[in-house]
């Protein structure tokens, strides 16, 4: 998530994330255009744990459309490093609630960038493993593999 770094102290700044983050999230269990319009890049790339990838526009499109998909995004275990005053990378776990679906645990990477003074979330990506049968019926569990492009 791109989010404005004032010069203040950089535990200020690692709030800022965290906040976007959580301001992101939040408008897509409600789902709000507006919240992630307003801390996502024009560039965004996101990576979904399905390996699926959407630019911004499918994503909002996505989670405003048709019935509600997100029931709930809990983060844990965050951490926010910057990279000098224009970059941070948040990453940790997210427990993820999706409409009929049990929660599923994401390993979360989010990359900030300022903007002109302005937040915008750049891209993110989350991988988790995935069940899969094998041809003798017997269950595996394979990692999805998730990117997101600088």
């Keep these: 998530m ?26 897509a269990v409600n789902q709000e255009a507006a919240a992630p319009g307003r801390f996502f890049a024009g560039d965004l790339e996101y990576a979904h744990a399905s390996a699926l990838t959407q630019n911004k ?23 926010v490093k910057l990279h000098g005053k224009t970059v941070a990378v948040l990453s ?7 409409t009929g679906l049990e929660v599923f645990r994401v390993r979360t990477l ?10 915008r979330k ?8 995935f069940r899969r049968r094998d041809a003798s019926g017997a269950s595996r569990l394979l990692p999805s593999l998730c990117r997101s492009r600088p």
């Design 2 to 27: 791109l989010l404005s770094f004032p010069a203040p102290a950089a535990a200020d700044s690692e709030q800022l994330v965290s906040d976007a983050a959580a301001g992101w999230t939040a408008g």
């Design 57 to 79: 526009e499918a994503y909002i499109a996505a989670v405003v459309k048709g019935p509600a998909r997100y029931e709930s995004f809990t983060f844990s275990e965050v951490k």
């Design 92 to 98: 940790g776990h997210c427990d993820v609630k999706m």
């Design 110 to 119: 989010q990359v900030y960038l300022e903007n002109n003074g302005q937040g």
């Design 122 to 129: 750049h891209g993110a990506a989350a991988s988790t493993p």
